[in-house]
């Protein structure tokens, strides 16, 4: 069970659209469409932004969207804004029926 | 309006146990598998177990298989995490979340505030 692998910081001003990977195996990522992508604020529990790869919840912006391309989901963030700043984690089902979790990116908005 | 309240955390002794509760309300608890996740102090999240709807299916992480037990009460709307042989690197924040999937849960739509546990040496 090891962690996705996400890059620790991305950064981007304020408009521009950024981008955050999330690498699995062909047992988590690769296998299935449950990758789910977590936004989550200092102190907060954190609030679901995307699931089954590219769908986003009610209430969440369009701003936010995903994708996958064989072990790798990505998360895009478009028109970049400071409420963006935050910490951003994927996850996915995994093929022994657990969860697994990246190691989460911090978002910093220039 | 959706609630999930954890209670149960503390302070403990390295090698002792502790039951973390997790109360629904304002949703049908029965149509939720349910999850614990966990979040190290500054550290990122760590998903720990999750159980059916009916209780019958239980699947863990490794770092806590054989030590952690999940269970729910339908009829109390309650989840519980049951931490035996706590160690220093299970001081954590414990968040309960649910999930409407069933097989392939992955979507945690709605989370708790968390609980803190912290294992004393």
């Known amino acids: 069970q090891s962690a996705l692998t996400q890059p620790a910081s991305v950064s981007g001003s304020p408009g521009q659209s950024i981008t955050i990977p999330c690498t699995g195996t062909s047992s988590d990522v690769g296998g299935y469409r449950y990758v789910s992508w977590y936004q989550q604020y200092p102190g907060k529990a954190p609030k679901l932004m995307i699931y089954d790869v590219s769908n986003q919840p009610s209430g969440v912006s369009n701003r936010f969207s995903g994708s996958k391309s064989g072990n790798t989901a990505s998360l895009t963030i478009s028109g970049l804004q400071a409420e963006d700043e935050a910490d951003y984690y994927c996850s996915s089902y995994t093929s022994s029926s657990t969860v697994v979790f990246g190691g989460g990116t911090k978002l910093t908005v220039l | 309006q959706v609630q999930l309240v954890e209670s149960g955390g503390g302070v403990v002794q390295s090698g002792r146990s502790l039951r973390l509760s997790c109360t629904a309300s304002?949703?049908?608890?029965?149509?939720?598998?349910m999850h614990w996740v966990r979040q190290a102090p500054g550290k990122g999240l760590e998903w720990v177990a999750v159980i059916s709807f009916d209780g019958t299916n239980k699947y863990y992480a490794d770092s806590v298989k054989g030590r952690f037990t999940i269970s729910r009460d339908n009829s109390k709307n309650t989840l519980y995490l049951q931490m035996n042989s706590l160690r220093a690197e299970d001081t954590a924040v414990y968040f309960c979340?649910?999930?409407?999937?069933?097989?392939?849960?992955?979507?945690?739509?709605?989370w708790g505030q968390g609980s803190l546990v912290t294992v004393s040496s």
């Open positions: 979340a649910r999930d409407p999937r069933s097989p392939g849960w992955h979507k945690l739509d709605y």
């Open positions: 304002g949703f049908t608890f029965t149509s939720y598998v």
